[in-house]
């Protein structure tokens, strides 16, 4: 019996012993987080107001107030039984990262003592010299700095044999220049906060002080059994399968889609959500996806630079937790061809400070101008700035995904639903018509409730779609950070609220206010609505229509990248101060590194796979079959047996199609060997170019001759789990 078929054997769930709780979520949920209220019954009352101006003002703490907060922090972190710290951080490797330090110092006597001083809250020093810089710094300088960010509370991380307090922080370079995705994140809040409030103080909203982004990250990812994993190198090195047979069900039936959740995964699903609720992580949603073993959780919107730590910390914990249940979590966006890949679909929206959603269409949207020139702002942003918001979900990951079955093509495209879309017409031609209210849908039977339909349906399909009081970006990967995305898009709907500003301003002089806005709207509108589809996006015809549009379609990541250091993109970012020209250049290039470093690894494992574990038994099949055929010839001819027509060239067929199926593999790989050699001398542009139009059709033409051996080699032989095991064996 082969390993494959042992593990397949062995595959079971874990038993757990059945537990009885009466607790209430409400009585645990974010114990492990220290929440403002926690900090304000654990310090002064006039310190806990200064740190609150400090988060709305930005009036700077003292550092005996910080010293008073850290102390604070310290006591309520070891009565939780945490013995260490760390700033925890977002570095441009797109995972988080944490240097621990122990609470204790030494007295004078040499007594041990713990301590946590403000000046060890609000400033951390790792090593800088192994992150990716883009060249912010060069390589011998390795000092960086840590930052608290007071806006997202610091939490407890929990192992088996510790606990560490973690405080969510910015990373800078030596120079100060942003070498993590969450100081850029915090600085597009700022900047889409003074242009909104402009634009809601022209139309009268003189209190509203600041405006808040707010997100809801859905998190689509794969399980499979541990041990299946471990017999894939290609999972373990890369995240995906390089190579793999297409099992005769996958999701054709679509059956597993909000399908009833088996019991091993609802175990998982709970554990996640019990760690979840710990961290105040609003953890609302779990069903399973469209693909086997594909399952998704969704969050409780919140404010988007929480929104963007907590599905990192998410992450962490279905990874983590997934080993506990004899499972591996996959985040990779496409780890199993064939099927649906993941995404991550951001739900995102404008609120202000006393509490009104500025992408709520109310009753009658027609009637409410403010909602009107907010939509329209985020409209002409899209459509602007469509490159944009492309490179920032460009990867090797989502570069399978993006355009399949399942996810928006790599066109950027807004779909608004039929109310919207009549109001922006007639809005277009500069008048303003009664929209239909909600209608009321009769179900027909006395005994089910009559509902209301809400006022756009869903388009699957879209990149950027209205879905009611906020926008869906489906076009974000499963594995990545979303504040990339946030930062993205709060800056180009930033740019656009003041361009809206300035135009009705310049409008308002010559008419009436509410004259001049619907001019204004008018020509944006016009000027933005090749932007604008209502139909399918996945369909032969829109690919051709947005050609004609003149909308971009970007399939390769070093072309989608290249949006970045565009003179218009870096005068958008420095002008709003969310990145400079050179931290610009920097993510530019660390990106295009990480693109050529992950599909060079991809690459390296094929070959090594093709050789090690797919090559030697196909020669063993090829001479055993090749035998057979010897032997049944023999037969013929020397032993006077009498076949029916055909069988024996049949089988020397057969024989012919396994070694040139070998063949190509042996000699497509070393064909891929040569395009690495190749590419080694190459610039970093000129490399990635290559690699997507060379080296990667190369390796899919070697995974369909190796899946094709797989289809007819005996199992005894194959010793790589199949799709047909890791999808639909529980």
Excluded at 169 to 188: E, V
Excluded at 319 to 325: F, G, L
Excluded at 653 to 681: C, P, Q, W
Excluded at 693 to 721: F, G, H, N, T
Aim: charged share 25%; hydrophobic share 40%.
């Amino acid at each position: 019996m082969t390993l494959r078929k042992e593990v397949t054997q062995a595959v079971c769930p874990v038993k757990f012993e059945k537990r009885e709780t009466c607790t209430k979520i409400s009585e645990y949920f974010g114990i492990n987080t220290f929440s403002e209220p926690k900090m304000e019954k654990m310090v002064s009352k006039h310190t806990f107001n200064a740190f609150k101006k400090w988060q709305s003002e930005g009036v700077v703490i003292t550092p005996a107030q910080a010293d008073e907060i850290a102390n604070a922090m310290k006591e309520w972190a070891i009565s939780c039984g945490a013995t260490s710290y760390t700033h925890w951080f977002q570095p441009m490797t797109g995972l988080t990262a944490e240097k621990h330090d122990s609470f204790i110092s030494f007295s004078a006597t040499g007594q041990v003592l713990e301590e946590f001083s403000g000046n060890k809250l609000i400033q951390g020093e790792p090593d800088a010299s192994s992150f990716p810089s883009g060249g912010l710094r060069a390589t011998f300088e390795a000092r960086g700095y840590t930052a608290w960010d007071p806006s997202s509370p610091a939490f407890i991380t929990e192992a088996s044999l510790s606990k560490t307090m973690c405080i969510p922080s910015i990373y800078i370079s030596f120079s100060g220049a942003a070498l993590d995705k969450k100081l850029p994140l915090l600085r597009s809040e700022l900047a889409i906060s003074r242009a909104a409030v402009e634009l809601l103080t022209l139309f009268g909203h003189s209190a509203v002080k600041r405006v808040y982004t707010t997100c809801g990250a859905e998190q689509e990812y794969f399980l499979i059994d541990l041990k299946y994993a471990k017999l894939r190198p290609d999972l373990l090195l890369t995240g995906r399968t390089l190579i793999g047979n297409a099992s005769a069900k996958d999701q054709q039936l679509e059956d597993q889609y909000l399908g009833s959740i088996k019991e091993r995964i609802l175990n998982y699903m709970n554990d996640v959500v019990e760690h979840a609720y710990k961290l105040g992580i609003p953890v609302a949603t779990r069903h399973n996806e469209v693909a086997p073993h594909q399952f998704e959780f969704a969050p409780v919107y919140e404010r988007a630079n929480i929104a963007a730590d907590h599905n990192l910390l998410l992450m962490t914990i279905m990874r983590t937790v997934a080993k506990h249940h004899n499972l591996e979590c996959l985040l990779h966006e496409k780890p199993f061809a064939g099927v649906n890949g993941s995404g991550k679909h951001v739900n995102w929206s404008l609120a202000d400070d006393t509490g009104n959603n500025l992408l709520n269409p109310g009753d009658t949207p027609e009637k409410n101008l403010l909602f009107l020139a907010v939509l329209t702002a985020v409209i002409h942003a899209v459509y602007k700035h469509a490159d944009i918001l492309r490179a920032t979900v460009a990867s090797a990951g989502n570069e399978h995904r993006l355009g399949a079955n399942e996810a928006p093509p790599a066109i950027v495209s807004l779909f608004l639903g039929e109310q919207l879309t009549r109001i922006t017409e007639t809005l277009e031609s500069g008048k303003l018509s009664k929209a239909k209210k909600q209608d009321i849908i009769d179900l027909g039977i006395a005994s089910l409730p009559k509902f209301f339909r809400d006022t756009t349906d869903r388009n699957r399909t879209s990149t950027f779609a209205f879905t009611g009081s906020k926008f869906e970006f489906r076009a974000v990967g499963s594995s990545m950070n979303v504040s990339t995305s946030l930062t993205a898009l709060n800056t180009i709907v930033a740019d656009s609220l003041r361009i809206m500003t300035e135009r009705i301003k310049a409008e308002s002089g010559k008419s009436e206010f509410e004259t001049a806005v619907l001019k204004v709207l008018s020509d944006v509108i016009r000027e933005s609505k090749a932007i604008h589809f209502e139909g399918n996006n996945y369909s032969e015809e829109w690919i051709k229509e947005a050609a004609i549009r003149g909308l971009p379609n970007i399939a390769s990541t070093p072309e989608a990248l290249k949006a970045l250091v565009k003179p218009k993109a870096i005068d958008l970012f420095e002008r709003h101060g969310v990145f400079s020209s050179v931290e610009l250049k920097a993510r530019y290039h660390i990106w295009l590194e990480a693109y050529e470093k992950i599909m060079h690894i991809e690459a390296k494992s094929l070959v090594d796979i093709a050789k090690t574990m797919v090559l030697p038994p196909a020669y063993e099949y090829q001479s055993s079959v090749s035998s057979g055929c010897t032997n049944l010839s023999r037969s013929v001819h020397e032993n006077g047996v009498t076949l029916d027509a055909g069988v024996l060239e049949d089988r020397k067929d057969f024989v012919a199609k396994i070694s040139t199926d070998i063949y190509n593999v042996h000699a497509n790989i070393r064909i891929l060997e040569d395009m690495l050699n190749n590419a080694r001398g190459l610039e970093l542009e000129n490399k990635t170019a290559y690699i997507f139009s060379d080296i990667k059709p190369q390796m899919e033409l070697i995974r369909r001759y190796i899946d094709a051996l797989e289809s007819v080699m005996p199992d005894k032989l194959w010793e790589l789990p199949k799709y047909r095991e890791m999808l639909f064996i529980d």
